[in-house]
DNA sequence: AACTTATGACTAA
DNA sequence: TAGTCCTAAGTTG
């Protein structure tokens, strides 16, 4: 899960139910313990994500004695590929189960939960999620859980490795397994964001600033545009399945050179990865096979509907053409192509 | 109980 | 390119 569009609807829940509320911050696991004790009693006041890094920040709380104004803190998170949140709530209170690595078991029951709710068509579960409205949590599936402790709320036991808990008085988020956790101030913000190339998620700068700078970037390289893809520092936020859809999509092989690849191909491209992102945001889920893709007839080999063009369809016929998708790994990572479809 | 896999990214060679 | 780190679930024996 953890692609951009996982990143950005955890700052649309941390905005919605954690800034503004002190936190109290602990390590479980203990790894942490350090960090948690630095911004423990802070108020989160913001939460953004830059491709798939989350940031949430945090000063001085209107607590009752916290006189002294501390600096703002920033708590910076990347997943990584196994990383996750899982999100609790007092009895009433709406949360998310938990959004970032796949196969949770919260995830496995909220999706059985939307199955129901819409009828029992997984297609249908797919079109509702997408229904509820652009870059916003509103329907996603919501959980309870909790303790009792003292007569006041609490969240229940960490349940595995939990790195990070924040608590709030009505809610909770535990993080496990993530391959950055750390605090930093302003300045080291800046260097965290200085890596990062342009992000298709990116609403606050003109989009043919970002559309250009993603152009200029893969075709001022020689390295293979299905390296480039994934390369945060050129486009921030798409990974390994973004990278296989975006490129099958736009009819373009992951081998081809960046210097090599038409401006005009690049320019759809980054339209294409705004359009899925967006797409993933409103979803929670990377979905690909959208009925008005492009006019090309697409054949569906079984009653299911797919998911995806190409992304782990090793061998099996392309949904377009029919010829076998093929793999192969490329930056370390499992590439998908269709080579007819892909010039 | 051991092994495999995962929507990531770094370092060493 | 190979090895490393973070974790949990599914598969295999």
């Known amino acids: 899960m953890p692609e951009g569009h996982s990143i950005r609807r955890l700052a649309l829940a941390f905005s919605e139910w954690f800034v503004g509320h002190a936190c109290d911050t602990s390590s479980p696991q203990g790894r942490f313990a350090l960090g948690a004790a630095r911004l423990n009693g802070m108020t989160m006041v913001d939460a953004q994500s830059v491709g798939k890094h989350l940031f949430l920040e945090f000063g001085s709380g ?15 998170v990347h997943l990584g590929l196994y990383g996750s ?19 949770l078991p919260d995830v496995l029951a909220s999706d059985s939960d939307m199955h129901e709710d819409a009828g029992g068509d997984a297609f249908e579960m797919v079109r509702l999620a997408s229904e509820v409205g652009p870059r916003s949590n509103e329907g996603i ?28 008085e009505t809610v909770a988020a535990d993080l496990t397994g993530p391959t950055q956790c750390e605090v ?11 890596r990062l190339g342009p992000d298709p998620l990116d609403d606050e700068s003109p989009a043919e600033r970002l559309r250009s700078e993603f152009v200029g970037r893969v075709r001022g ?4 545009v299905g390296e480039l893809v994934m390369d945060q520092s050129v486009v921030a936020g798409v990974g390994n399945i973004y990278r296989a859809e ?10 081809r050179r960046g210097n090599n690849v038409s401006e005009k191909r690049l320019r759809s491209l980054w339209d294409d ?15 690909t096979v959208i009925p008005d893709w492009h006019s090309a007839e697409i054949v569906v080999e079984d009653d299911e509907a797919e998911k995806w063009f190409v992304y782990k369809r090793d061998g099996k016929p392309c949904l ?24």
């Not at 949140?85 to 196969?103: D, E, H, L």
């Not at 390289?221 to 293979?224: A, F, H, N």
């Not at 192969?328 to 499992?334: P, Y």
């Open 320 to 343: 377009v053409c029919g010829t076998p998708v093929r793999t192969r790994v490329m930056q370390g990572r499992n590439l998908f192509w269709c080579p007819s479809c892909q010039r």
């Open 62 to 76: 209107d607590r009752a004695g916290a006189e002294t104004t501390r600096a703002p803190l920033w708590l910076h």
């Open 85 to 103: 949140w899982r999100f609790y709530g007092s009895p009433g209170t709406s949360v998310t189960p938990s959004i970032g690595a796949p196969r």
């Open 221 to 224: 390289s020689r390295r293979p």
């Open 273 to 287: 990865f705004v359009v899925l992102l967006d797409d993933g945001v409103r979803r929670g889920n990377i979905y």
């Open 141 to 168: 599936r919501l959980s309870e859980d909790f303790g009792i402790d003292n007569g006041h709320w609490s969240p229940p036991p960490p349940r595995g490795a939990v790195r990070l808990r924040i608590v709030t």
């Open 246 to 255: 975006g490129l099958f999509r736009g009819g373009i092989s992951p081998f």
């Open 184 to 194: 930093l101030d302003a300045a080291g913000v800046e260097v965290v964001l200085g």
